[in-house]
């Protein structure tokens, strides 16, 4: 898998998936957007969040059903088995990216800096 | 959920309606109801509205590529496997996929429609920017339609304006101005040319014109004594630094100082656009000079139709106290000509034409696409018959094409563009503008127009396949279609825009022929000079120069030209022939009555003026050392029509002339005419007299240089840097040569016929792809037709011939409507046309031929595609 055309994932995609899995079960268009602003705090068209989700059924890393009860039939969606795994192929490149990078350094730098 | 107490503002909401796809709609708008009053009870409402927008215009370009997406995927939802909801305009985007993948299937088809609608796109986009301000654009000056010019346009004289000056009924105002170019000089550098007009005090009120900065002439500027003034241009105003400042700063002009007082605005222009300063200058109530034109504001409620009793009255007023002899009687033909007429008009013409030319080649395009489009739908007859008998309704199918067309346009929209772009600059050269080049302008408004006229065209276009598949069985398609369609539809529509196409293209043909015959009979015309090897440079002193020193200034500058290499023999004129007009007076013959004044052209000239330009010696000498320079009187040498027109059966060596320059003038020969004026003018008299002992009293003059040199124009940079050292004080105007001189005597007529022999060019080729489009497809859907006479024995020549004779027929049919055509049309090009009619057998013989051949051709290439094929591969095949 570690070729997979589909790693590393967008930003956006990856966002979104990770927001499919922390609903947990209960994961339609509108839950999903609210949980990624509510971990980034950023503002989320839902536009954007239904665009993303489609293109990630279609590259079948989501699967959808519908939801038949009361209230309003609702599109819940699923990560695949594929999906899970381009979400821990994404992780660990992320992760093999940053070893041995030490930002702190850098970061003390800038705080002794600009207390001076 | 619906009934919630919080209404939603209801625009966000229809927007966000619009672009959801049916499916997912209803749950979406459920559940950002629910936040929406979530958020309006923790944070109130406004914050709450805020959201929703933000939720509908950010989601706005998301769903839009989301839309697009599904259609153009044909994506759908495993969750939605039971309620499918396609995006909006679905088949659209299904129609403009499926459309893009046959026109990449088809790539020749394509590329043909796209580049012949983009040809007739762009040259009518590139036409239309040059024809935009010529014909369309509003003169810059106020209610342009009560302004009229006077006739006799650069006859007029101070006198007669002094005279009544403020008295010409029906007129606001009349004022008058000429040419009055002037030297700069800025520091050390050499002396620059003004282009400029002098004008009286009232022409910017005649006008209406207001200025940009400080004011424009008034009452008072133009008598003696007045401080001399000017008026600039904007591009002069910022070529000068643009600073307001300017106003009140005095510059050198002609050596002598200029108060700025006023700057025109930018788009101002009067009489053309490369005129950059007006001046005004004391106005001599005795001033015979006539080199003015009038121009006059109409009194209010005049206009030029009830203007004829004051025109009347005016003539009678001038006649009373002006006497006239036979040239420049102002009595005659008095009238006058709307502004935009007078200055614009002699564009007109060239643009119109072309302007229709381009129309044409418009409309062949259009033919040409819709010639092939037909040929794709009739080869698509089945594939639509199919579609129809399982249900797809006519609407559906024409959706399909029009979507395919739509694609063809915008392709030939981006590709027209850059044709436009390239093209503009090609007519901008090639048409007779002058000084309005400059003026003309391709901007993005031709894009617009280019997209405009691409969409308009496509539709026309898919209008003819459209009507055949209304008109057209579709059923009985499927049943002939299995038999191949031995004896298809007649194909009556297609014959019919061939046919159309070469009648048009042979309006453009045979007005390139005509134009081809009256050009090379303008050539044929002797000018009486040498053209080839002669370098011309046209000086300009300033005016506080005597006429002493600028003779004496020439002659410096003519013994320098002489040393250089390859020059043979260098003079000066005051005016070159094939420049149109010049001076002229009247003198007597010694001997003659003296009633009896001689009209003639006067030119001065340098001693070695003759040879330089190639003028042939009829009679007696030239100028040489015995030619003194003197106070009065001299030598003089005339032309033949003089001799002949005035010493009939004498001889004129000898003779002795007065008036015009004071003293007497002996003639000392008779040389070839020369076409002093225009090339076409009649032969008139004219006198040539030495400069030095007539005055060079013009501050302009024309240097020509004869060289040995292959290339004249290869002399004149030599030139130019020997006339600056050795002149400095002259500012040059122009370089050019003699030759080039002589294509402007062509004039117009030349460049047209340049322009529509491309433009004919362009005709042929998209007629020849029309012809060869609709033969090919006839050849080919009579396929099974021919491999089954071939099989039985036809000879491949019959086959051949017959089909070419096909094509031929096509284009006999189109010729002759178009020579009717032609017939009415050539009209437009009457005032380029010399020595032929509008009706010329030779240029309409011409034409056909060439058409005629060009469709041989065309045809002839699937005639014999069709006369190679093995039959028995062909019967298997179907």
Redesign the interface.
Known sequence: MTNDPLTPLGVLEEQVLVAVLRTRGDA???EVR?EIEQVTGR??????V??TL??L??KKLL????THGA??????FELSARGARALAETREMRDRLWRGVDLEAILQLRVLRTSY | ?TDLPVPLPRLPVAL?RR??PRA?R???L???R??YVEIAAAEGLATAKRWLW??A???????L??NW??GW?G?E????A??PGGPMLKSWITDARYAARRLRARPTYTILSILTLALGIGGTTAVFGIARPLLFDPLPYANAKEVVTFWMPGWWNEEEFMYFRGRIPGFQAVGMHRSGDLTMRAGDGPTRLLPGRIVSAELFDVLGAHPLLGRVFRQGDDVDGAEPVAVISYGLWQELGGSASIIGRRITLDGMPRTVIGVMPRGFWFPDPSIRIWTTRPLDPQGRNGSWELVGRLAPGQTLATMQPNLDRFVSMIHERFQYGPKGDKTKEAKFTPIRERLLGKMQPAVVATFVAMGLILLIACANVAALMLGQVEGRASELAVRSALGASRGRLTQQLVVEALLVGVGAAVVGAALAAAGFRILAEALPLGAWSSSTGFDWTMFAVALLIAIFAVLLVVLVPTTSLWRGDLRGSISSARTSGIQGRGGRLERGLVVAEVALAMLIVSGAALLVRSVSKLYAINPGIETKGVAVVDVMSSREMTSVQRRQKIEEALAALDTLPGVQSSAAAMKLPLRGGGDSFNVVIEGHASDESVFTYYRVVTSDYFRTLGIKLRDGRLFDNSDQPADSGGSVIINETFAKKHFPGENPIGRRLTGGFSGTWQVIGVVANVAEGALTDDEEATSYYLAGQAPMFEHQASIVVRTSRANAASVLEDARRTVNRVAPAFAIQETTTMSRILDEAVGPARQMMMLLTLLSALAMVLGAIGIYGVISHFAARRKRDWAIRVALGLPTSRVIRQIVSQGAALVAVGVVIGVLGTIALARLLTSFLFGVGTVDPISFAAASAVLLLIGVVAAFIPARRASTVDPALVLREQ
């Not at chain 2, 939802?77 to 939605?80: L, S, V």
């Open positions: 339609y268009g509108m609210r503002d989320l068209a839902i536009g954007a239904y665009a489609d293109r059924e279609q699967t959808s059903r519908r209230g309003p039939s609702r599109r819940l | 959920m966000l672009l959801l997912e209803d749950e979406v459920a559940d950002i629910v936040e933000r939720q215009l950010g989601s706005a370009p998301a769903l590529g989301w997406w599904r995927t994506f939802p495993q969750a939605n039971y309620r």
